[in-house]
């Protein structure tokens, strides 16, 4: 089974491919769909349409792991403030196997504190 580790809370999960019950939040099986169904606090403004970029994350391990960014993720995520080469929208990368992921604390800091909108 795939694990998927959410920094800095260092909180890992497990799910099983085809198992989880989709919420209707980005691709199925991405980060946010795992982390909305095992109790993980990922940003999801959008609700996973690929229209904001709260959902960003840094991948740590496991690039590999995951499903190739599209276009339509490289243009938003390049809105991203705080970009780095690693970075990813959740709602949008699919996990395939081991991966490790920071979510930015700024950029939730950034929400809750009322900051300006990035949809
Ligand atoms: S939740 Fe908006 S782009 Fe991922």
Known sequence: MPKVTFMPENKTVEF???KLRYRDHGKRESLLDIALNLGVDLEH???GSCAC???HVIVLEGEKNMSEAEDDELDRLDMAPGLTL????GCQAVVK???K????????NYIKE???STL
């Open 16 to 18: 099983e491919f085809g």
């Open 45 to 47: 403004a959008c609700g």
């Open 53 to 55: 970029t709260t959902c």
């Open 86 to 89: 690693r970075s990813r929208l």
């Open 97 to 99: 196997g081991d991966v």
């Open 101 to 108: 992921v920071e979510i930015p604390a700024w950029n939730k």
């Open 114 to 116: 009322g900051g300006k």
